[in-house]
């Protein structure tokens, strides 16, 4: 029988873990997270990482097994994904995958992108110029230089953007050019559930979002953590803006109206990517489950 990866996407706080909790427990199968933020096990809060009530209600798969102190790449993430896929698939027919890291997400569906070496200079180059003038100087680079990639990446994560400007530099080519050229075969077919809504509500659910992580107690997160707030792990929304609070750089209410802003902007990347993919079914955040599940069981009864 046909082996069926059932993807959930969408923007951040739109539903995607409640849903992937419902589809495993319909479906009797397991669930693996592509939410690259929720693989740090000291990173709970100001991840909206799955509670642990939730991880009771279905097996799940690389949530919190690994350290900030640990290098994990997309690309071991892929070759760790399939190698549990691989083993899911031989009791289920069906697993279910959620996340909002589209890079991630794209890592299992069709496999990364085949990239040509650059001189490993320009990498050295790039960080010490992110050192010197900062991350806009070379967000308004990329920009120049791949306007696609610059509306499409995660412009705020200094790693990507350099990854993108090598490309750029190195091959005298957009980095967007070297994407979707080469597909992995899978094992598996793919049915992508996307989940959204109109821009004020995604909006709306994202502020109160954060008001509920910071009386969750993000701040006492996030001081425990200052001693590695240069790990690249922590660069990331909801934490590197409470640094800046505790660093006296800002008040408490600009840090959180911040993280609320970066989240807002962060969801946008979100759909701009996931609407890339024509095969992705949508369907509005209020949807009933059973008309998902329906819609799945279709799709598979007519492959």
């Not at 873990?17 to 000291?42: C, G, H, M, P």
């Not at 750089?249 to 979100?270: G, M, V, Y």
Request: aromatic content about 10%; some cysteine.
């Amino acid at each position: 029988m046909t082996k069926f990866l059932i993807s959930i996407v969408g923007p951040t706080a739109i539903g995607k873990t409640a849903l992937s909790i419902k589809l495993a427990n319909y479906f009797d199968t397991e669930i693996i997270s592509a939410d690259s933020r929720q693989f740090y096990k000291e990173m709970q809060i100001g991840t909206a990482a799955p509670t642990l009530e939730e991880l009771s209600a279905a097996p799940h798969h690389f949530i919190h097994h690994k350290s900030i102190h640990e290098n994990y790449s997309v690309g071991a993430f892929e070759k760790d994904a399939i190698n549990k896929l691989d083993a899911l698939f031989k009791t289920h027919n069906i697993v279910i995958m959620v996340g909002g890291s589209g890079l991630y997400v794209d890592a299992i569906t069709k496999g990364l992108d085949d990239f040509p070496d650059v001189d490993s200079n320009i990498r050295e180059q790039l960080n010490e110029q992110l050192k010197n003038e900062g991350l806009t100087a070379l967000q308004k680079q990329l920009k120049e230089l791949d306007h696609t990639s610059y509306n499409t990446i995660a412009i705020d994560n200094p790693h990507r953007v350099i990854r993108a400007l090598e490309i750029c530099i190195g091959t005298g080519k957009p980095y967007a050019s070297f994407l979707n050229k080469i597909k992995n075969l899978r094992k598996f077919k793919t049915i992508t559930i996307g989940l959204t809504a109109n821009r004020e509500i995604i909006y709306d659910r994202i502020n109160k979002r954060v008001d509920i992580m910071v009386n969750e107690g993000l701040l006492e997160e996030v001081r425990t953590l200052i001693p590695y707030k240069d790990l690249n792990a922590l660069n990331t929304v909801g934490y590197k803006e409470i640094f800046k609070y505790f660093d006296n750089e800002w008040s408490l209410d600009f840090a959180i109206s911040e993280i609320k802003k970066n989240t807002r902007r962060f969801a946008k990347r979100q759909l701009t990517w996931f609407k890339k993919n024509e095969e992705t079914i949508w369907f509005d955040y209020l949807t009933e489950t059973k008309e998902i599940i329906q819609n799945i069981k279709e799709n598979i009864e007519h492959d």
